[in-house]
């Protein structure tokens, strides 16, 4: 009997290689498997099956991991603000190791020897997929045949041919990779730091010039509703997404660190959760303390580098979890945002646990819980270490 090999299956040129490659050339029973983390339609779904089968894989399964991928992954990111280098919110690199879970568990229960994905030896998604299968499954040998036999697109194609694949394989001038949190988009002009994308590049185009403003409702700092109609959280990022897409907001590149060493740059677009992430920061501004802001920036950012790049595995991602958690127990309220062409405005925001408590006063008019004297001796307390310190160091 031959060896059975799961593998992830996205029904591309590099994934599609591999089918008869590693029946025909390494002799193994390829059952193939689609992760759907947001970026499949049904009707796509059954387009990739179909391309798999007829590949040759002796089985095709798609996984639907959409409500999974928030669950685990998603909602921390929101709790977290996470926007790696102050801009990216880990749009597709987030996917990646709920996708590779998925594609493992089809590994146990078919009891395949051997797992394979298409990466290619130039970028971080290697290592995420290699990472877990690793960890959870050092038993179970890895293949990855674009890598190992360093192959261009050409030869791919050439290789399907004469296998008797004769498909369309057209080069896409850009490489889009979509899912529920965001799309990336690389093209020759994120190549170099100068380049920019075209408009023409994008997945959505503008379509609206007015303006509107949306009430997004977040309870316990999950988004849960939109426009006053409760929703799950993946349905307001979808229909959020929908609405703001036609406005073409939420674009932006990425430049960062890979997990390999060099530098890399990408173009986005990720409206739902750009709009999301920064209305949440504002009911965090109001509903947490000062303390609580800061040490969530620290620990969120350490929490996007982990998932990033491919430690979401660590056990240190499920004390930042559990604290993340333990800090949205107030982060509950309604936040207004205007969307205009290219922009978006997070306008303000209501919650019975806002902070900004006129009981206590307002900022710049009136205070109510302390006078003036109160204030006098306050500062004269505080200024007391530094007059300390300059009057030992006078030269300073």
Not at 22 to 39: A, F, S
Not at 183 to 208: N, R
Request: hydrophobic letters at 40%; glycine letters at 10%; proline letters at 3%.
């Amino acid at each position: 009997m031959k060896e059975k090999v799961v593998l992830a299956f996205s029904g591309g040129l590099d994934t599609s290689f591999c089918v008869p490659y590693l029946i025909k050339e390494r002799g193994l029973e390829v059952h193939t498997v689609m992760v759907n983390t947001g970026g499949f339609t049904k009707e796509e779904e059954q387009k990739i099956e179909e391309r798999a089968l007829s590949l040759g894989a002796t089985s095709h399964k798609n996984i639907d991991a959409v409500e999974e991928y928030y669950t685990k992954g998603i909602k921390y990111l929101i709790f977290g603000n996470v926007l790696k280098n102050g801009t990216y919110p880990l749009s597709v690199s987030s996917e990646r190791i709920f996708q590779a879970l998925a594609v493992l568990e089809e590994v146990k229960k078919t009891g395949a020897k051997y797992v394979a994905h298409g990466s290619t030896g130039a970028g971080n998604d290697q290592v995420r997929f290699d990472l877990v299968f690793e960890v959870m499954a050092p038993g179970v040998e890895i293949i990855a045949p674009i890598r190992e036999l360093s192959l261009t697109r050409a030869q791919e194609i050439d290789y399907l041919a004469k296998n008797g694949c004769e498909l369309s394989w057209e080069k896409a001038k850009y490489s889009i990779n979509q899912g529920l949190w965001g799309t990336s988009v690389g093209g020759v002009e994120t190549l170099t730091a100068e380049g920019f994308l075209p408009e023409s590049a994008y997945p959505s185009q503008l379509k609206k010039s007015d303006s509107v403003i949306v009430k997004i409702g977040f309870e316990k700092g999950e988004p849960v509703s939109l426009d006053g109609k409760s929703l799950s959280p993946v349905e307001v990022i979808r229909k959020l997404a929908a609405i703001a897409e036609s406005y073409a907001v939420g674009r932006d590149v990425h430049v960062g660190d890979t997990i390999i060493g060099i530098k890399g740059r990408v173009a986005f677009e990720a409206a739902a959760p750009m709009i999301i992430i920064k209305a949440h920061h504002l009911l965090e501004k109001h509903t947490l303390t000062k303390g609580q802001l800061y040490w969530k920036e620290q620990l969120a950012g350490w929490y996007g580098q982990l998932m990033h790049e491919a430690q979401y595995l660590d056990p240190l991602a499920r004390n930042i979890e559990n604290f993340l958690e333990d800090t949205q127990a107030s982060v509950t309220g309604e936040v207004s945002v205007e969307l205009r062409p290219y922009h978006f405005s997070v306008l303000g925001c209501s919650s019975k646990y806002d902070l900004m408590n006129s009981a206590f006063g307002q900022y710049g008019e009136m205070n109510k819980s302390f006078t003036g004297q109160d204030v006098i001796g306050f500062t004269k307390v505080l200024a007391n270490p530094l007059k300390i310190y300059y009057s030992v160091h006078k030269n300073d």
